[in-house]
């Protein structure tokens, strides 16, 4: 049986240096959300950020349009950054198979062999779950301070 495992901080690095574009699956409007926390951050990083968020598609998060879904979204992205409840990450990662995307990232406490299964499935080898993007990103790109 097949047994995910995250890549190594290396390879997670080089996802973080070469991506440009993070779509955030589950992107929050309220300033107190974690979602929005971290996006906000990952944007003054430098990245751009693509809400989306089916209950406020058309209108703005972050100052960017927020799409209803990943298929709507009008460019390629690098990174699928999901905050949906892990009952939710199988849907998707069915998605993400369909679209023009790198990498498929599951914030802190979302991981399910399902998902993972799906996603080795499609071919797609650069997965992370069970982590957080601006946890790896502060100690991977700024020397480690948190």
């Given at each position: ?10 390879r ?13 699956v ?32 058309g ?14 979204i ?44 799906i996603?080795?499935e ?15 990103y ?9």
């Amino acid at each position: 049986m097949y047994e995910f495992q995250n890549p190594t901080d290396e390879r997670i690095q080089a996802y973080l240096a070469t991506s440009k574009t993070i779509a955030v699956v589950g992107l929050s409007d309220k300033d107190d959300s974690v979602s929005k926390r971290i996006s906000k951050f990952m944007q003054d990083m430098g990245y751009r950020i693509i809400p989306v968020n089916p209950r406020l598609a058309g209108g703005e998060i972050l100052e960017e349009k927020v799409y209803a879904s990943l298929s709507d979204i009008p460019l390629a992205i690098d990174i699928v950054n999901v905050f949906r409840k892990k009952e939710f990450l199988a849907d998707v990662a069915h998605e993400f198979v369909t679209i023009d995307a790198r990498i498929f990232w599951a914030q802190l406490d979302l991981q399910s062999q399902e998902t993972a299964a799906i996603l080795k499935e499609a071919g797609c080898e650069d997965v992370v779950m069970n982590r957080c993007i601006k946890r790896d990103y502060l100690r991977l790109m700024s020397g480690g301070v948190i």
